[in-house]
């Protein structure tokens, strides 16, 4: 060890000393190096102290019930702006509806606002509903079992709330100086898309938290047998559209079946809709992505990623890579997806509606109207007809993958994750980055916490759980991008 390294070693045992503030600031601080010593150390140090108080955040966040609808996401901005301010730093509340505001803060670079060039990281704090018996703990009790910390939200999307808020206290601790504004965002209203979203908040507010860059989530970091696999970075999404298939006939008695029942006409629909399968349109990114995951996924495999858009076996590949997995068939095409049924007021009554409800995930250009003409002629049922839900997502343009941030977010995830590949990603799920990319945004959707595909599986579902070695790692994770993207060098 040279005497400069022993000397920056001696710097650090110090800081380890000074309590976890202390070894932020002490950390992400970069005095002038003294005379001679060519490289300082990285710029973020140990991160385990701040991630264990990001898990006491974590833990109460958690413990506030945020189930959307209602969100009451007031209680939690609360709570956000508390932590904001004790640590000298003005947060806003922004009002959107009755019990639901958002929480905004901003480390200014200088007096001169430059919202291209700010870094804006955002998080939602409402979450999906729980169904409490299926749960083997409370869902809002906060409970840290066998290494994981159990809760509605934990994961989605409470844990990057807090990995965010992480990261922003780290450089306000550190005052270290920025080359841009960074601004902390937490957001109501994320699961429902409803008046209360990102779309409210953004016609009401947008001169608070105008960003040319954005962290959401969106993405992940793939463990498969027991190390991390590869990085998905969102930098597109998919667009949610629903759609109501109705049936109409005559009510009457059940004793005289009759052949317009819209029961029996909704049913054989709902069956032709579930047997079509709508064409393959690869998307750039998605290109990238299985390009990428090639050279991960085992060779039969990764064989049939290679040749996926090949005028000769591109059609054989897209058919075993779709049977392989669903998320692979619904990342190639626009997906359609029955979710509830509505029909009949009693067993002894004909009805003389009923209704069908479909999910769809369109690919980014293509259309509902299209798809719809499709499966009304595959239908082929003038008693049957679609209605389109008006309040579906809105196509946006993705984000670019040529940008400093990104290349930013690349490197330091590779280096996180020991050189793990990191791949662009199209996320068949929507996010409110749609809403960001609609405005200019380079937004990116990370999934900062290494997770198995069981534990993924848990989001909206039972037992929602997340390792607490995982969050210590997305802490750090988020920690270094904002730093390497926002101090001044
Ligand atoms: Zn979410």
């Given at each position: 060890?040279?005497?400069?390294?022993?000397?920056?070693?001696l710097l650090f045992v110090c800081?380890?000393?000074?309590?976890?503030?202390?070894?932020?600031?002490?950390?992400?601080?970069?005095?002038?190096?003294?005379?001679?010593?060519?490289?300082?150390?990285?710029?973020?140090?140990?991160?385990?102290?701040?991630?264990?108080?990001?898990?006491?955040?974590?833990?109460?966040?958690?413990?506030?019930?945020?189930?959307?609808?209602?969100?009451?996401?007031?209680?939690?901005?609360?709570?956000?702006?508390?932590?904001?301010?004790?640590?000298?730093?003005?947060?806003?509340?922004?009002?959107?509806?009755?019990?639901?505001?958002?929480?905004?803060?901003?480390?200014?670079?200088?007096?001169?606002?430059?919202?291209?060039?700010?870094?804006?990281?955002?998080?939602?704090?409402?979450?999906?509903?729980?169904?409490?018996?299926?749960?083997?703990?409370?869902?809002?009790?906060?409970?840290?079992?066998?290494?994981?910390?159990?809760?509605?939200?934990?994961?989605?999307?409470?844990?990057?709330?807090?990995?965010?808020?992480?990261?922003?206290?780290?450089?306000?601790?550190?005052?270290?100086?920025?080359?841009?504004?960074?601004?902390?965002?937490?957001?109501?209203?994320?699961?429902?898309?409803?008046?209360?979203?990102?779309?409210?908040?953004?016609?009401?507010?947008?001169?608070?938290?105008?960003?040319?860059?954005?962290?959401?989530?969106?993405?992940?970091?793939?463990?498969?047998?027991?190390?991390?696999?590869?990085?998905?970075?969102?930098?597109?999404?998919?667009?949610?559209?629903?759609?109501?298939?109705?049936?109409?006939?005559?009510?009457?008695?059940?004793s005289i079946p009759t052949k317009?029942?819209?029961?029996?006409?909704?049913?054989?629909?709902?069956?032709?809709?579930?047997?079509?399968?709508?064409?393959?349109?690869?998307?750039?990114?998605?290109?990238?992505?299985?390009?990428?995951?090639?050279?991960?996924?085992?060779?039969?495999?990764?064989?049939?990623?290679?040749?996926?858009?090949?005028?000769?076996?591109?059609?054989?590949?897209?058919?075993?890579?779709?049977?392989?997995?669903?998320?692979?068939?619904?990342?190639?095409?626009?997906?359609?997806?029955?979710?509830?049924?509505?029909?009949?007021?009693?067993?002894?009554?004909?009805?003389?509606?009923?209704?069908?409800?479909?999910?769809?995930?369109?690919?980014?250009?293509?259309?509902?109207?299209?798809?719809?003409?499709?499966?009304t002629k595959i239908v082929d049922?003038?008693?049957?007809?679609?209605?389109?839900?008006?309040?579906?997502?809105?196509?946006?343009?993705?984000?670019?993958?040529?940008?400093?941030?990104?290349?930013?977010?690349?490197?330091?995830?590779?280096?996180?994750?020991?050189?793990?590949?990191?791949?662009?990603?199209?996320?068949?799920?929507?996010?409110?980055?749609?809403?960001?990319?609609?405005?200019?945004?380079?937004?990116?959707?990370?999934?900062?916490?290494?997770?198995?595909?069981?534990?993924?599986?848990?989001?909206?579902?039972?037992?929602?759980?997340?390792?607490?070695?995982?969050?210590?790692?997305?802490?750090?994770?988020?920690?270094?991008?904002?730093?390497?993207?926002?101090?001044?060098?």
């Amino acid at each position: 060890m040279s005497w400069q390294r022993l000397t920056w070693s001696l710097l650090f045992v110090c800081a380890l000393f000074a309590g976890s503030a202390g070894v932020l600031r002490a950390q992400i601080k970069q005095g002038p190096p003294p005379f001679g010593i060519p490289s300082p150390p990285p710029l973020v140090g140990d991160t385990s102290g701040l991630a264990r108080e990001a898990q006491d955040w974590l833990v109460d966040l958690v413990k506030i019930n945020t189930t959307n609808p209602p969100g009451n996401e007031q209680a939690a901005a609360n709570y956000i702006a508390g932590i904001l301010t004790r640590e000298g730093i003005n947060p806003e509340i922004l009002d959107v509806a009755p019990g639901r505001s958002a929480v905004v803060a901003r480390l200014q670079r200088n007096a001169v606002a430059e919202p291209a060039k700010a870094l804006l990281l955002v998080a939602h704090m409402d979450v999906v509903g729980v169904e409490r018996s299926k749960w083997s703990v409370d869902p809002f009790g906060g409970i840290i079992k066998d290494g994981y910390l159990y809760g509605r939200g934990s994961i989605d999307d409470k844990g990057m709330l807090a990995a965010n808020l992480a990261a922003f206290l780290a450089l306000k601790r550190s005052s270290v100086r920025l080359n841009r504004d960074v601004i902390f965002l937490a957001t109501t209203d994320e699961e429902q898309f409803g008046d209360a979203s990102l779309k409210t908040l953004i016609a009401k507010y947008w001169d608070k938290f105008a960003a040319g860059y954005a962290i959401n989530e969106g993405g992940q970091v793939v463990v498969k047998d027991g190390k991390v696999q590869h990085v998905a970075v969102q930098a597109d999404e998919k667009v949610p559209v629903n759609v109501v298939v109705i049936a109409k006939g005559t009510a009457g008695h059940a004793s005289i079946p009759t052949k317009d029942n819209p029961v029996v006409h909704l049913a054989t629909a709902i069956s032709k809709i579930s047997a079509y399968t709508a064409p393959v349109h690869l998307t750039s990114i998605t290109r990238r992505y299985f390009e990428g995951l090639s050279t991960l996924e085992d060779e039969d495999i990764g064989k049939w990623m290679r040749v996926v858009d090949t005028p000769d076996r591109g059609e054989h590949a897209q058919r075993v890579l779709s049977d392989s997995n669903p998320l692979w068939n619904s990342m190639m095409r626009d997906s359609i997806a029955p979710t509830m049924l509505q029909a009949g007021v009693r067993e002894n009554v004909i009805p003389s509606e009923a209704r069908a409800y479909l999910n769809i995930r369109l690919l980014p250009g293509d259309t509902v109207s299209t798809l719809l003409d499709e499966l009304t002629k595959i239908v082929d049922d003038p008693l049957v007809h679609f209605e389109i839900d008006a309040d579906g997502g809105l196509a946006a343009p993705n984000s670019s993958l040529e940008t400093d941030f990104y290349a930013t977010i690349t490197k330091v995830c590779a280096r996180e994750f020991g050189g793990a590949p990191v791949l662009p990603f199209m996320s068949t799920w929507a996010t409110d980055s749609a809403q960001l990319r609609l405005h200019s945004v380079q937004a990116y959707g990370l999934g900062p916490f290494p997770l198995t595909e069981e534990d993924e599986h848990r989001v909206h579902g039972d037992d929602e759980r997340l390792p607490l070695a995982s969050f210590a790692t997305g802490v750090d994770l988020v920690t270094r991008i904002v730093a390497e993207f926002c101090v001044l060098k």
